[in-house]
């Protein structure tokens, strides 16, 4: 992200920073409670399904990131 919108890197690094932490901190707050209800085995299949989940998410941006970056290149937001 950060070599391909040079303009808004400081703005994109902070968002990716801070989208990771707020996953990390509710996955870390809701742990205990959760595995007292579900017991490790659920605690953990859920939380490995959630991330997988997430992470799919990703797959577009692998097969499609060249034609998105190209056609976001001129997007006012991005290169002010």
């Known amino acids: 992200m950060v070599d391909s919108y040079l303009a808004v ?17 509710g996955f870390s707050y809701a742990a ?3 595995i007292d209800a579900d ?8 939380m490995a399904g959630i991330s997988l989940g997430i992470m799919a ?15 976001s290149a001129n997007w006012r937001v991005v290169s002010w």
């Open 9 to 25: 890197a400081p703005e994109i690094l902070m968002l990716a920073l801070g989208l990771k932490q707020m996953f990390a901190f």
């Open 32 to 34: 205990i409670p959760w």
């Open 39 to 46: 017991g490790w085995d659920g605690t953990f299949g859920a």
């Open 57 to 71: 998410f990703g797959l577009p941006l692998w097969y499609f990131g060249k034609k998105i970056r190209h056609a």
